[in-house]
């Protein structure tokens, strides 16, 4: 079972933040906090991960509560293309690959950019 | 930078019918090597995993079996396909530590 809850979907303005969610209260520590989107018909796309302090790249911003109880990916100025479905995944790192490789996806975050 | 390939994107396959699924890694050594498959509406599945050449591990028991002839190829077989086989695979890649997995584009299979 996926170790993260998440809102089923949410909206957001074109141009706008979006700002999505993830509760992950059994959160270990040495697990990861880890943020995919997938479009459908498509693999899932990486966004970006994060251990214990916010992180930013190119894509995305990941605020990670203090507790690490949960975490908020934002998305600074969406677009109609950052329509997909979002998944928040906790994961111990790899220490030599194998099983550890496994994502338990839950039903994660649609999120419909709107115009 | 690193890239995936993975191909077809799309197969119709009948029952009994063979299979032969590529993934293919640029750009790296030595990656680690998943596949997965992706029911509708459902998580992902994980079939098999690779930490090197020739090494293969099985996840879930079944008529499915992956090789790997060569550092960045990974491959996804099966002698006779079943109906149960049909599914969105797809073949993905990490160098370990806390680095994310990339995946492919997959490849839906339709068995009929």
Excluded at chain 1, 9 to 19: F, Q, T
Excluded at chain 1, 45 to 67: C, F, P, R, V, W
Excluded at chain 1, 80 to 93: K, Q
Excluded at chain 2, 91 to 105: I, K, M, Q, R
């Amino acid at each position: 079972d996926a170790k993260t809850t998440q809102p089923t979907s949410m909206d957001c303005a074109e141009g706008r933040a979006a700002n999505l969610p993830c509760n992950h209260s059994t959160i270990s520590g040495n697990e990861y906090v880890y943020w995919y989107r997938q479009i459908h018909s498509q693999g899932p796309q990486y966004i970006i991960h994060g251990l214990k302090n916010n992180e930013t790249n190119e894509m995305a911003s990941l605020i990670i509560t203090e507790d690490r109880k949960s975490s908020t990916l934002i998305l600074p100025h969406a677009t109609l293309r950052d329509t997909a479905v979002y998944y928040c995944i906790v994961r111990v790192a790899m220490n030599y690959g194998g099983s550890q490789g496994n994502l338990i996806f839950g039903k994660g975050t649609k999120l419909s950019v709107k115009p | 930078s690193q890239t995936i390939h993975q191909w077809p994107a799309t197969l119709v396959q009948p029952v009994g019918s063979p299979l032969s699924l590529e993934c293919t890694v640029e750009g790296t050594s030595n990656p680690n090597l998943y596949w997965y498959r992706q029911a509708a509406g459902r998580g992902l599945q994980l079939l098999f995993y690779s930490v090197g050449i020739g090494q293969i591990s099985s996840e879930v028991p079944q008529n499915l079996s992956a090789s790997r002839p060569q550092d960045r190829q990974f491959i996804l077989s099966s002698k006779k396909l079943l109906l149960s086989d049909s599914g969105f695979y797809l073949c993905a890649w990490t160098l370990g530590g806390n680095s994310p997995l990339h995946f492919g584009n997959g490849t839906r299979l339709t068995v009929t």
